[in-house]
């Protein structure tokens, strides 16, 4: 494979990888340069297909990415679909931090499908979308970068679960929290000076002491009025 093909092959699926989270993604990470690790890779130029193999990692700044198959094929148009599998019991995975946040979204699945003139991503077969401590499960799920919008079945391929079966849609979301004010108030500074000369601070006033009650001798009792 010519050094050119090797190139086109890593720009490849290294731009449809990173498209498919385009919405949630670090932006630095498009300007990082691409490391990616396969036992083996073959490309046809004429079909315009694309495919790492065996114990695939691609890293790209934030972006890592594995899986035990990527292929990507191109139309006429110059539109990508890449497709990651995992194999037996290991999922296709990927990780990418978020832009201006401190958390990271992940996603695994058996296979993960991303098309780029729909700018939709599907994640097949043991699902799982998981955006900071917000989770999401199930045996489909497709995220629509455009809209940003989820949908995720219990089903196969977009459908519900069949009667009886034990296979739901499971998710966890967090409260989001009140944006707390970063300003607190500042505390009272040292006096002001005027020419150099401290103004002593104001004091409150020490409280008076109330008046003592005092007895009216002049009052009579009710036994002395009763008496009278």
Do not use: C
């Not at 073959?42 to 700044?61: A, H, P």
């Not at 079945?153 to 944006?179: E, L, M, Y």
């Not at 004010?181 to 601070?201: C, F, L, M, Y």
Request: charged share 30%; glycine share 8%.
């Amino acid at each position: 494979m010519s050094a050119i093909s090797r190139f086109a092959a890593i720009a490849g699926i290294s731009g449809i990888m990173l498209a498919a989270t385009a919405a949630w993604a670090e932006k630095a990470d498009a300007n990082k340069p691409v490391n990616i690790e396969a036992d083996r890779v073959s490309v046809d130029d004429v079909k315009k297909i694309q495919t790492f193999e065996g114990n695939v990692q691609l890293v790209k700044g934030t972006m890592i990415l594995r899986a035990e198959r990527i292929v990507v094929t191109q139309d006429d148009d110059g539109f990508q679909r890449g497709v990651a599998y995992g194999s037996g019991g290991v999922l296709a995975r990927f990780r990418q931090k978020r832009e201006g946040l401190d958390e990271y979204i992940e996603g695994e699945a058996e296979r993960i499908e991303h098309d780029t003139q729909a700018e939709k991503t599907e994640f097949f077969n043991r699902a799982r979308v998981q955006r900071g401590q917000d989770e999401v499960r199930g045996q489909f799920i497709s995220y629509d970068a455009r809209t940003e919008n989820y949908f995720v079945t219990s089903g196969p391929d977009g459908t519900r679960a069949k009667p009886g079966s034990t296979d739901r849609v499971r998710a966890v979301i967090q409260p989001k929290g009140k944006k707390e004010d970063s300003e607190a108030t500042p505390p009272p500074g040292p006096p002001q000076t005027n020419a150099g000369n401290a103004v002593a601070p104001l004091r409150p006033p020490t409280p008076q002491p109330a008046p003592a009650l005092k007895s009216a001798p002049d009052i009579a009792s009710t036994r002395q009025e009763t008496s009278q």
